[in-house]
């Protein structure tokens, strides 16, 4: 319940601060949340991040489309919204972080071809999970894998 309450509280600064950006960022937050308590698979810290990090790659590929239809405007608007969300989140890993971990899963279930991928990609992604992206992390073991 903490970031709920952080969340409340963030709202009630941004809101006297007149922060719109910020405010609809911090409203979605708090939609998720409520959803999530509603939901039948139940409120979790692990729902929640996994919900964080839903919405902040929602944002993303949303920006990406309105740079490619030459929208920048609102692809900005998109990215911060992104930003906002992922302050909220646990300290991503670094790709060379990412990179060490994946090679300790491959040496520990015995992969050596790109076959393997989906074997090494389910351990990844239970051992990585809200630390990484999923994108990253299959690129990086398609990279392992082939060489």
Known sequence: MALEEKINADIKTAMLAREASKLEALRAIKSAIILLKTSSEGYSDESEQKALLKMVKQRKETADVYTIQNRPELAEIELAQAAIIEAYLPKQ???DEIK????NIITTCGASSPADMGKVMGLASKQLA???????I??????LLNN
């Open 130 to 136: 809200g630390k990484a992206d999923g994108k990253l």
């Open 93 to 95: 890993m670094s790709q």
């Open 100 to 103: 060490s971990a994946l090679v």
């Open 138 to 143: 299959s690129t990086i073991v398609k990279e």
